[in-house]
Structures are given as structure tokens and as C-alpha cells.
């Protein structure tokens, strides 16, 4: 899979589009997905995809006064963003907007990276420091941050099952915030067994999600969460 970093509207907003190649061209498999905050200019981005398949895109927004590190995660490929999260924030005295300035430069180095090995997530930025030790002071200078990030994603578990009528019961799962998850079913488990998926659940910010189902259809039926429908 390829994907790819664009200005699809021409002001700045920073979008991930997923696609595929066919022969020398690459083809849409999805919409894009903006990542960018409204009115923000955005830059430097960089994509990095871990042996899961977890999508990952380092970026830095400029608000006009701060500027805006963000780590944004995709957990199905690029078909949706799970979390996009601020990594750092920092405001410089050192930023000269426009051309014909006297003094301009290019404040961040141009340059913002990141890598994947396994599923971890390495990545590095230019930003203003705030750190003072050992004898070499950084803050108010622009220097290189690094970071990692995990992008494992849990495999599902039942936490519990109860009923809550006479014809309904509730399931609820724990996996990873954010996360996609399929709930599917079966009605018995002698082979062939095919599961069939029931429910489509993003697991909330505390990584949990319930499946409410009634028994007035099915007599016997069995359940599992799964990272694939």
C-alpha cells in the first residue's frame, strides 16, 4: 500500500490519501483525510507505516503565532484517522513571515522525519528548546527533538458478559483506544466455522466498547471481538 501527503485544496491543510499502483500510475483506494486543522498552514510532513499496518504522519502546523508538532495515527490502513494527538507546541521570536524581509530565514531546518522498525514509530523535529543542564542551555534556540511511539494495537478481550432484559444481553470489550474493532458472531463451532461480522466498534478513549444483542432470533450463539472483519 501507498500512500500519499498532498495540499488537495490548496491552502495549506494537509491531507492522507491512500493508494495503490497500477502499472506506472497510482490509483485512489480512499478518500483523503484531512489532518490539518482549519485556517493553520501545515508542513513538513512525514509517513511511516509499522509491521501492523498502523499509519503514522508526523506534521507541524503554524497558527501565526505557535507552531503545533502533531502525530497522527491510523489503525485501518488509512481508511480513517484513530488519534491525532500534539506532540509539542513552542512560539519563537526568531519567525520572519513574508518575502522581501530583511533577516528571513528558515527557522525549522526544513525538516521533519520519521521511521518505523517493527511496530514502533521513531521520529525526529526541529523545535524550540526549553532545557537547561549539564552546561549546554537550548532554550530559545531551534534544535532537534526525538521521540518513539508504540503503535501496537491489542487484540481484543471480553471483559464481561450480562444480561440487561429478558430477551437482550450486553458484551463489553477492552482493546486499544482508538482503535478498530469487529464484533462477529457464529451460531455453532463445528467445522467449517465461518464468523460473520455483527458490528463495527471504535474503542473510546479508555479503550473500551459494549455490543448489545438480542436473543429472540438465536437460541445459541457464540461471539468474539476481532482486528480483522
Not at 495540499?7 to 483506494?29: E, F, R
Not at 497522527?72 to 491525532?84: F, Q, R
Not at 514509530?121 to 549539564?134: C, D, E, I, K, T
Request: aromatic fraction near 12%; include cysteine.
Amino acid at each position: 500500500m501507498v500512500y500519499g501527503l498532498s495540499d488537495a485544496s490548496g491552502i495549506g491543510h494537509l491531507y492522507l490519501q491512500k493508494l495503490q499502483t497500477s502499472g506506472t500510475n497510482l490509483i485512489k483506494t480512499g478518500g483523503a483525510l484531512t489532518l490539518s486543522s482549519t485556517n493553520f498552514s501545515a508542513a513538513l510532513p512525514s509517513v511511516a507505516v509499522a509491521d501492523n499496518g498502523v499509519v503514522g504522519v508526523l506534521f507541524d502546523e503554524y497558527d501565526g503565532t505557535n507552531f503545533h508538532v502533531h502525530l497522527a495515527l491510523s489503525y485501518d490502513e488509512g481508511s480513517c484517522i484513530a488519534t491525532n494527538q500534539e506532540v509539542y507546541s513552542f512560539a519563537t521570536n526568531g519567525m520572519v513571515v513574508g518575502y522581501g524581509i530583511a533577516n528571513h530565514n528558515r527557522l525549522l531546518g526544513d525538516f521533519g522525519r520519521m521511521l518505523a522498525n517493527g511496530n514502533t514509530l521513531y521520529g525526529a523535529f526541529a523545535a524550540r528548546g526549553n532545557v537547561s543542564a549539564g552546561g549546554l542551555t537550548t532554550t530559545n534556540f531551534i534544535v532537534p527533538f526525538f521521540f518513539s511511539a508504540d503503535a501496537s494495537i491489542a487484540q481484543p478481550a471480553i471483559l464481561r458478559i450480562v444480561r440487561i432484559s429478558n430477551t437482550n444481553f450486553e458484551i463489553d470489550f477492552a482493546g486499544t483506544p482508538g482503535a478498530t474493532y469487529y464484533v462477529q458472531a457464529v451460531t455453532n463451532l463445528t467445522g467449517p466455522v465461518i464468523w460473520q461480522t455483527v458490528s463495527t466498534n471504535v474503542a473510546s478513549g479508555s479503550g473500551l466498547w459494549p455490543y448489545t444483542n438480542s436473543t429472540s432470533a438465536f437460541p445459541q450463539r457464540y461471539f468474539r471481538a476481532s482486528l480483522l472483519p
